[in-house]
């Protein structure tokens, strides 16, 4: 049975998380560059992989061309992503976890790095690739599942397969999918190599400049990156009725991508959300059904769970750069 009082703590929980996390602007640069002349490539080579993953570029640009000035229009574009990411989420927990249920699950979901992941790049497309793809979990409709794929797409390319890889894997829909994925894919190459005045230097152009680089870092620090890619959450992954070949083909699918990028903890965790859904899901029900969550053979109650999102934030901290320059802080 969910406690009545899950629907207050959440309630007091995400704002107090959201002050304590705090948020962090990042390509502010590079998005005025781009939303200035978005079918021209002025970045340096270096930055040119942004150009594959259009949508908050084109969406900032048109608010630039009816008034707004380059501050506003990144306001403007990222405050509606991240209520879009809200509403989302709103309705994809009352899907997945029933009305009764949602408090709970943004609870045991505040034990991920997500929130922290989606305060702390405030100026990538991530909480739109993360909207669309809660929508995506939320509907039926097979002519919005490729509609909402190619959203995907559109924000992160190589992200968005990864998750509806991931999608494919654990709940299906492949047809709607796969056709929404090519649609997007076909779109994102007709504006890098057609709608652009050169084609711009792509991902796997930058990974293969600094993939010694990276890895290198990642072998470095292994403890400290299996602690950024779950942090608490992973005493739900850990339980053995947890574990399926699916949920262990995502999960490395998500490590191999994150391995190859600067920002491990933001890449693994996007990768990952589908995982994370169907956990939280699969706790939801359990402490529904259960009144708790059996861990390490005793059943554990969601006020015990809750703690959970404390932990996290000590994990995270408020000031920690998942880079490869490490600064490991206790949470202000």
């Given amino acids: ?50 150009y594959g993953s259009p949508f908050i570029f084109l969406v900032g640009s048109y608010y630039q061309r009816q008034g707004l000035d380059f501050v506003a229009a990144f306001i403007v574009v990222h405050g509606l992503g991240l ?14 976890c029933s009305t009764s249920g949602r408090a709970a699950g943004v609870i045991v979901l505040a034990g991920s790095p997500l929130l922290f992941v989606v305060l702390t790049w405030v100026g990538k497309s991530d909480t739109y690739l993360l909207a669309f793809y809660l929508l995506l979990v939320t509907t039926r409709s097979r002519l919005t599942m490729a509609i909402l794929s190619v959203l995907m797409i559109a924000c992160h390319r190589e992200l968005a397969l990864a ?41 796997l152009d930058f990974l293969m400049a600094h993939a010694r680089e990276v890895v290198r870092g990642v072998i470095a620090h292994p ?72 861990l390490f053979g005793r059943p554990v109650g969601l006020g015990a769970l809750s703690l959970l999102a404390v932990l996290q934030l000590q994990v995270m901290g408020a000031k920690v750069l998942w880079v490869r320059g490490f600064e490991w802080t206790l949470a202000r």
């Fill in 1 to 50: 049975m969910i406690p009545r009082w899950a629907a207050v703590q959440a309630a007091l929980m995400l704002p107090a998380l959201v002050w304590l996390y705090g948020w962090r602007t990042i390509d502010t640069v590079e998005w005025r560059t781009i939303t200035a002349a978005p079918f021209s490539v002025t970045l340096d080579p270096g930055q040119q992989f942004l």
């Fill in 83 to 96: 209520a879009c990411f809200g509403y989302a989420l709103f309705r994809c927990l009352t899907l997945l």
């Fill in 163 to 203: 998750m509806l890889t991931a999608h494919v894997l654990l709940r299906g829909s492949v047809a709607p999918i796969a056709i929404g994925a090519a649609i997007g894919i076909a779109g994102t190459l007709a504006y890098t190599r057609v709608l652009l005045t050169s084609v711009p230097a792509s991902r």
């Fill in 223 to 294: 403890a400290i990156h299996v602690a950024a890619t779950l942090g608490p959450f992973w005493i739900y992954l850990c339980r053995p009725a947890a574990f399926t070949v699916a949920r262990v083909a995502v999960l490395g699918m998500a490590a191999v991508l994150a391995c190859f990028a600067y920002d491990f903890t933001r890449v693994f965790i996007i990768a990952a959300t589908p995982l994370l859904l169907v956990l939280t899901e699969d706790v939801v029900a359990e402490l529904r059904e259960c009144g708790g969550v059996r």
